[in-house]
């Protein structure tokens, strides 16, 4: 009798360099019923600002195992095993990259997180923490029960294994942002499709789940940094940095946001890098006095808003020469509950806004933002900004005392440009900054 040749041949040593400070995290389930928490996983890890790796957009042509082993081996930080009841059927996961992410998690400077997706005998909401060992054929041995699994039955166990790996993260890079007194970077996206190659040097690299068409921001994904951004900032807080480097580029609403999840009150200073790596910040010196000069205009308003409604103001702050108002305007006028205020904000030079002024211009608006909220007793404020990304983080880190509407504006309507809801933002609320997503 002879036997059929092994499928998988034996493995090698772990090479140099297979666990990396900067490496994404590795996701492993079996895809006929973890997909999906898969998916979950990858996306939340995305948004709160790690890479991933995941065999559904990163695995490349060529032999799988082969492919497998070298994402295995060439540099992760952590991983996630998500441990569905299909798993018993998994070759690929029970003997080629479970053994290896078991190797890799003996190295303190690696993490390894187990979802756990077991129910227990009797119940829907608890999990069996001895079934992982079970399923893939560890028992009696207790090798993944003796590890801290999350169960992700619970929505909340996502989220802990997202808050782990966060401050996991920081953990490795603060020794380097303490010691060499430099900031935290972050790098932010919410349009280009995210992939592993996007692991680099950047602390943090923010990837919002994109839109499948259209200009506006994905509510998905919306909901996605709703739930992850308290867990960023307070990763970002907890890594000691002297001030936050930002770079990229998403939706505005987004920039609103960021900026609202680390306020002056929290991170002391943070800068924005355009496209053309002009640093945008936040402090502004008795040098950085305002040369741009902010028109403020109130347009009247029609009608009053009933007693039993909560006070709104709407704003348009538009940092760009000759701004088209019509959508503003348009938003103003088909509210079905009247603004109690009505306030533009532009610059009138037709030159760029210098980012040297960007501390103090920031501030500037802000004031006229709070000044006409305070009037109407701190109205709520619906606010339309058109104007560049880095001012929209800027300006978001001056609005933590106000509930605020982010609109974004949509060109692609039938009938003509409007802006519309994207989120509200509370800072000082539990569970924000994001409180609300707008479909």
């Known amino acids: 009798m002879t036997l059929p040749p092994p499928r998988f041949r034996p493995f090698d040593q772990l090479p140099d360099g297979a666990v990396r400070g900067d490496g994404p995290v590795f996701i492993s389930y079996r895809q006929s019923d973890g997909s999906e928490q898969a998916e979950s996983m990858e996306n939340l890890l995305r948004a709160a600002g790690l890479v991933v790796w995941r065999d559904r957009v990163d695995l490349r042509p060529g032999t799988t195992t082969d492919r497998l082993e070298q994402a295995l081996t060439e540099g992760l930080s952590a991983a996630v095993l998500v441990v569905t009841p299909d798993i018993v059927d998994s070759e690929i996961v029970r003997e080629r990259e479970l053994p290896r992410l078991l190797q890799l998690d003996e190295d303190p400077a690696f993490s390894l997180c187990i979802a756990n997706k077991i129910a227990r005998p009797g119940t829907e909401s608890k999990c069996d923490y001895d079934g992982p060992d079970r399923l893939l054929r560890l028992a009696p041995a207790r090798t993944l029960a003796d590890k801290k699994q999350a ?8 989220l ?23 900031g935290l970077t972050m790098r932010v996206q919410s349009r280009p499709a995210p992939f592993a190659v996007d692991a680099d040097d950047d602390d943090l690299h923010m990837r919002i789940k994109e839109a499948t068409e259209g200009r506006l921001p994905s509510p998905e994904g919306l909901k996605l940094l709703r ?120 610059v009138p030079s037709s030159n760029r806004i210098d980012p040297r002024e960007a501390g103090s ?55 003509g440009p409007r802006y519309r809801p994207a989120i509200t933002l509370e800072p000082g609320v539990v569970g924000g900054p994001i409180t609300e997503v707008f479909e």
Request: aromatic share 4%.
């Open 160 to 182: 802990e294994i997202v808050r782990d790996l966060l401050m996991h993260r920081i953990e490795q890079r603060r020794p380097a942002i303490r010691t060499e007194g430099r």
């Open 227 to 346: 739930r992850t951004l308290p867990l960023t900032g307070d990763a970002v807080f907890a890594a000691g940095a002297k001030h936050v480097e930002i770079s990229g580029g998403a939706h505005l609403s987004i920039g609103l946001a960021l900026g609202a999840a680390m306020p002056e009150t929290k991170i002391g200073n943070v800068a924005v890098l355009d496209i053309q790596n002009n640093v945008w910040d936040s402090t502004s010196s008795s040098n950085d006095s305002v040369t741009t000069e902010l028109n403020v205009e109130a347009l009247p308003v029609d009608g009053t808003q009933p007693n039993d409604t909560a006070t709104k103001i709407a704003v348009f702050v538009t940092l760009t020469a000759d701004p088209d108002r019509t959508a503003f305007e348009r938003l103003v006028r088909e509210s079905p509950e009247r603004f109690a205020g009505v306030m533009i904000v532009s």
């Open 361 to 415: 211009l920031s501030q500037a608006v802000a004031q006229q933002v709070k000044r006409l909220s305070a009037d109407h007793g701190r109205a709520e404020v619906h606010l339309a900004f058109h104007g560049p990304f880095p001012m929209a983080v800027l300006l978001g880190r001056y609005l933590n005392t106000l509930r605020t509407i982010a609109y974004e504006w949509d060109g692609d309507t039938v009938n």
């Open 151 to 158: 169960n992700v039955l619970d929505p909340a166990g996502e």
